[in-house]
């Protein structure tokens, strides 16, 4: 048994159907409305999370600096004070611009 679906008959159900899924999906993809007196998001970043970024974006390990200081121990030609007062006035001046 055929069913009948309006004056224009048989085919026009499906057509209506595809009509109404095209509007939801039309409403569901229109951007929603501004109000303009909401206050706009803001985010706060730590400086936890600063931190994490800068260690994020560190190089990765320089293998031919570990194998030079490695070389530099064996030989016993590795100077620890004058090597830590290098590394140390180096980190003032990057940090406090000492």
């Given at each position: 048994?055929?069913?009948?679906?309006?004056?224009?008959?048989?085919?026009?159900?499906?057509?209506?159907?595809?009509?109404?899924?095209?509007?939801?999906?039309?409403?569901?993809?229109?951007?929603?409305?501004?109000?303009?007196?909401?206050?706009?998001?803001?985010?706060?970043?730590?400086?936890?999370?600063?931190?994490?970024?800068?260690?994020?974006?560190m190089?990765?390990?320089r293998?031919?600096?570990?194998?030079?200081?490695r070389?530099?121990?064996?030989?016993?030609?590795?100077?620890?004070?004058?090597?830590?007062?290098?590394?140390?006035?180096?980190?003032?001046?990057?940090?406090?611009?000492?």
């Amino acid at each position: 048994m055929a069913g009948i679906y309006g004056p224009s008959g048989a085919d026009s159900a499906p057509r209506i159907d595809r009509a109404k899924r095209v509007q939801r999906i039309q409403r569901a993809q229109a951007p929603a409305p501004v109000n303009p007196n909401r206050e706009a998001d803001r985010a706060e970043i730590s400086n936890e999370a600063r931190l994490l970024a800068q260690l994020a974006n560190m190089p990765a390990v320089r293998n031919e600096r570990v194998e030079a200081a490695r070389n530099l121990v064996d030989d016993n030609a590795f100077n620890l004070d004058e090597s830590f007062r290098k590394a140390m006035h180096k980190l003032l001046l990057e940090e406090f611009g000492a």
